[in-house]
């Protein structure tokens, strides 16, 4: 059954114990199963559906549904949804493992290099954030609102951890050698990050209630589906509360890197939300900051240097190469979308 699947997905599929007892908590009769990714695709008697190991805890899963459960509440019901229990649980525990089913989405992937499919995901994602206006949890469980100034700050410190791995090597690689050409300018993006979100009104957007928003924060390409001309959205296991600038930063983000920052994407992004929310400048000031902070080669460099990412070192050159190949096209197109706050 694994024969073909990718290793990392091999990795993490190996990990499922399919035993029917985990089934039997629920209502229908499994046909088949396909693995898919990092998960199965159940053929049962009641429709298609998911089959998922979770990673996280059952706390962090109730946020979730929640979360889900409230944006349904609020008349936006192109979003995943659990399949429940007998019980009426989202989850079921199975020696010590997390297991969740939802309904299959029968729907293709977005494909961003697509503006048509951008121009809905923008539309999709302005309607989503309108719908969880108001959603929060116990504990504050997933809260981010107000701490993005001293997650850059952070993020600082581990650049320079990053740095002193990259010199402690005696035979340094290709990889070493971009990191360590590259650093300094980086990091004083992040500092100018900082500097701006500061100055700006960031703080006390996080107190107004109509800004802050369950932010899905992952919008890759894979996790907005396109049925009958509309955007779905699936795949929430790192959503967060923050402000709704923060997912649409992650967005514009995603989109851009295969673009070559090319500014009217951007803008027709930003169009697209607006249609079905709206924007300040106040908020629009704080989407700069976020959009200076160098994403792309914070996430390779601590993915290398931590090894979080089970890659071929190939992978890794191969994509810090490319991201730090744009990093005139991002210069200019930061400079453009600063130009446009005016």
């Known amino acids: 059954m694994l024969e073909n699947i990718r290793f990392k997905d091999k990795k993490a599929l190996i990990r499922y114990d399919l035993n029917i007892s985990i089934f039997k908590n629920y209502d229908f009769i499994v046909e088949d199963l396909i693995p898919v990714r990092k998960v199965f695709i159940l053929i049962t008697n009641k429709g298609n559906k998911i089959l998922k190991r979770l990673n996280y805890g059952v706390e962090e899963l109730k946020f979730i549904h929640g979360g889900i459960s409230y944006i349904r509440g609020h008349s936006f019901d192109r979003i995943f949804n659990f399949y429940l229990t007998k019980e009426g649980k989202p989850y079921v525990i199975w020696k010590k493992d997390i297991y969740c089913v939802m309904d299959l989405i029968e729907a293709r992937e977005s494909e961003y290099t697509n503006p048509i499919d951008v121009d809905m995901a923008s539309k999709g994602l302005g309607e989503l954030h309108k719908a969880s206006e108001g959603f929060r949890y116990k504990d504050k469980i997933r809260y981010a609102c107000g701490n993005t100034i001293d997650d850059f ?49 960031f703080y006390k957007l996080c107190s107004q209630e109509d800004k802050v928003v369950l932010c899905h924060h992952d919008l890759a390409h894979h996790n907005i589906l396109i049925k009958n001309e509309e955007a779905y959205f699936v795949d929430f296991d790192y959503s967060i509360i923050d402000l709704k600038v923060h997912d649409l930063c992650n967005f514009i983000n995603k989109v851009e890197k295969g673009s070559a920052y090319d500014i009217e994407k951007a803008n027709s992004i930003i169009e697209g939300y607006c249609i079905n929310n709206e924007l300040n400048k106040k908020e629009l000031e704080v989407l700069y900051g976020m959009l200076i902070f160098p994403q792309d080669f914070y996430i390779i460099s601590k993915e290398y240097y931590t090894r979080t990412k089970e890659w071929e070192y190939d992978i890794f050159l191969e994509k810090l190469i490319k991201k730090n190949d744009l990093k005139e096209d991002r ?12």
Not at 161 to 190: C, H, M, P, W
């Open 153 to 201: 700050k952070r993020k600082i410190q581990e650049m320079e951890l990053f740095r002193s791995i990259a010199l402690l090597g005696e035979d340094r690689t290709e990889f070493d050698n971009i990191f360590l050409e590259n650093v300094d300018y980086y990091k004083e993006q992040i500092k100018e990050s900082i500097k701006v979100l500061d100055k700006s009104s």
């Open 331 to 342: 210069r200019e197109f930061l400079e453009e979308f600063k130009a446009n706050l005016v």
